[in-house]
């Protein structure tokens, strides 16, 4: 249906202030001290995994890894609410951004996002590239998405499995939002689409952070939600290519965003002054306390979640790479959270062991990043993104794979999870520790070092690192109980084992490069 027939009023391309004015006038929001427009998600403070489908149409049925992660749905289905939704919004006041995904031109697709809410389109303005005003002459979406929270499906009679649907047309090229509040559907949604289209042209898409440094070096850093991604990209010593989501072509990387979504709970202006000086007018904040009197955001609270978040320009960041691409990398950095405490906080990887590892995807998803989780869960996630990668992960990994071997980039698995024992008994990895240890791989300084290799996991774990006590390297060291330290790493070696085996047709090199356990 084109636009001008549903009968809304409809605003394009709105200026911030005015996004912001209708917002407050019209929502639950309200501006903090500085000027960054707060509002409240409801009942839907993460995403709702459980709520997602993508329509099984013959055109695509063979090219997507049916399963947990990608549940399909007919287009019968697919078609009633999707004429739901027209007729929920058919006359109201639609907020819409026209714009693109990805900085590469030769690569970049043109969307369309559709809001009942002012809030989820400057979310939009902030996360996606905006246009150029002579872009928007004759501008034509290839994909478009309509967000609209107050349009709830009735579970039994539309075939979902709640009130919110989060369903995917890679075939129509229609995504629908419905029932969710939640800002990163939008941004997930189109992150899948682009994992689904872009292996199809020989480009990597990556969930991973990007900067480069001053001597044109760039990095990569995968990780899930909660892992360190933006905090640890976000460097200031190096320049922000990109926050979440990149593709690696033939010669380079290019950012599929133009904004940040950053976790803020805990956020302090010491440990992370890059991300807390973006948190200002313009920026959108999902489900964060203010002081009523004073608009101060209280970022230790978790009154509403854990998965507080700040959405903002990737322009906030002092000295991001406005044009969002950079070289091919020369360092990889695998990012995961262990709530075991038994993974090195810092291993060299060959390029089997890259793939091993980015297959397993392995971490544990920290609370609030999902609806249902309330503590560190361990979680095996392929290519550190399973919920947004619809293809099957040997296409990821065997992109991986050549990328390596094609750039001689050096890889290395960083455990930004607990030390001294597992959640509840160690503590969370010092920040100041992972740091000095992310850079010593970026700027080489690990490429000479010695390595002992780690009995149960076969990792090379470096004797020493600059700015980190040297028995921080190996985690018995740090706990208390030894015997307890080996159960529960060779539980955790065979977790990985057992998450392998549903790989089939995987290179036996490959099998041969995770955990030993005898």
Known sequence: MKLENIGAKMHYNLTVG???????????????????????????????????????????????????????????????????????????????????????????MPIRVINEYASQNLFAQNLFIKPKAEELEGFEPEYTIYAAPGCLADAAADGVNSEAFIILNFARKIILIGGSKYCGEIKKSIFTVMNFILPQKGVMPMHCSANIGKNDDVALFFGLSGTGKTTLSADKGRRLIGDDEHGWTDNGVFNFEGGCYAKCIRLSKENEPQIWNAIRFGTILENVVLDQETGVPDYDSEKYTENTRAGYPVTYIDGAVEEGAGGNPSTIVFLTADATGVLP??????????????????????????????????????????????????????????????????????????????????????????????????????????????????????????????????????????????????????????????????????????????
């Open 18 to 108: 005015k996004l912001v004015e209708a917002a407050l006038k019209k929502e639950d929001a309200a501006l903090t001290d500085l000027g960054a427009l707060n509002i409240n998600t409801g009942k839907y403070t993460g995403r709702s995994p459980g709520d997602r489908f993508i329509v099984d149409d013959p055109s695509i049925h063979d090219k997507v890894d049916w399963g947990k992660g990608n549940v399909p749905i007919s287009p019968e289905k697919f078609e009633k609410l999707y004429n739901k939704m027209l007729g929920y919004i058919k006359g109201k006041e639609l907020f819409i951004f026209d714009g693109f995904v990805g900085a590469d031109k030769n690569y970049r």
């Open 345 to 518: 906080p810092i291993s060299k990887l060959t390029k089997e062991q890259a793939m091993y590892h980015f297959m397993s995807g392995y971490t544990s998803k920290l609370a609030g990043t999902e609806r249902g989780i309330i503590e560190p869960t361990a979680t095996f996630s392929t290519c550190f993104g399973a919920p947004f990668m619809p293809m099957k992960p040997q296409v990821y990994a065997e992109l991986l794979g050549k990328k390596i071997d094609e750039n001689n980039s050096g890889v290395f698995l960083v455990n930004t999870g607990w030390a001294g024992g597992s959640y509840g008994v160690g503590k969370r990895m010092k920040l100041s520790y992972t740091r000095a240890m992310v850079n010593a791989a970026i700027s080489g300084k690990l490429d000479n070092a010695d390595y002992d290799t780690d009995p149960i996991f076969g990792l090379a774990v470096p004797t020493e690192c600059p700015g980190v006590p040297s028995e921080v390297l190996k985690p018995v060291n740090v706990w208390q109980d030894k015997s307890e330290y080996e159960k529960t790493a060779v539980k955790l070696a065979r977790d990985f084992n057992a998450n392998f085996q549903r790989f089939k047709g995987v290179s036996e090199d490959i099998v041969k490069a995770g955990p030993i356990v005898k």
